[in-house]
């Protein structure tokens, strides 16, 4: 069955007399994701282990599962707030609240993925992670499959020279989206545990050792 022409526009192929529609859904939903984030902030208990790593890296690819990208991003928000953020977004429509969360946040947020534009978005990152900045990817995302990381942190780790940063993550109280990645968003006075496991360098010849490494720092839960 073909998908609804809705399902699969991105932000750049909305047609024209949508646009308005989506600049305001952008801006509405961006400012309820912020406030959705500050709620948590300021509520939730955020108990995080291996703060010191984070000290002697000027830069560095933060991952997660995809299961994990809002506890993730609320902790990276907790832990790094001092830091510049380049990553890459899923340009399919919804996530234009992103990239105006991201303008709010003073990060880059480059609209690309597999099929819509990729090696330019990638390029794009890389470039960022040169001039020192950081990145976070969820590294079975967008569509998985669950659990098994994709090529496109090790490439930027290799291209850059920038670590990859594991961020194994659990949270007590949470609302779990019935999906093929059981996404977790935490609810308000919620206990979130992050550990920031040791630094993973990439080499080309390293990419299957980087892959295991990575995936059992990260964990199955």
């Not at 509520?43 to 703060?51: D, L, S």
């Not at 989206?177 to 979130?192: F, G, K, Q, Y």
Request: glycine share 8%; aromatic share 8%.
């Amino acid at each position: 069955m073909p998908r609804k022409p809705s399902t699969i526009y991105t932000v750049d192929s909305v047609p024209p007399h949508l646009r308005p529609l989506l600049r305001g859904y952008a801006r509405v939903g961006s400012a309820a994701l912020h406030g959705y984030l500050q709620v948590l902030l300021e509520t939730c208990r955020i108990e995080v282990e291996g703060r010191e790593i984070l000290q002697e890296l000027p830069s560095s690819i933060c991952c997660f599962w995809h299961t994990w990208g809002v506890p993730g991003f609320l902790t990276i928000l907790h832990t790094q707030r001092d830091r510049r953020f380049g990553a890459l977004v899923h340009p399919w429509w919804p996530n234009a609240i992103w990239d105006v969360l991201g303008q709010k946040l003073g990060w880059r947020a480059v609209m690309a993925s597999a099929g819509h534009g990729g090696a330019q978005g990638l390029d794009r990152v890389i470039e960022c992670l040169k001039q020192g900045y950081s990145t976070m990817v969820a590294v079975d995302g967008p569509r998985g499959p669950l659990h098994r990381p994709k090529r496109g942190a090790f490439q930027m780790a290799v291209a850059a020279r920038v670590p990859l940063l594991p961020m194994h993550v659990e949270c007590d109280r949470a609302l779990w989206l019935p999906r093929w990645d059981h996404m977790c968003l935490p609810v308000p006075s919620a206990t979130i545990r992050v550990r920031y496991g040791p630094p993973i360098h990439v080499t080309e010849m390293t990419f299957a050792k980087a892959e295991a490494a990575l995936s059992e720092a990260l964990g199955r839960a």
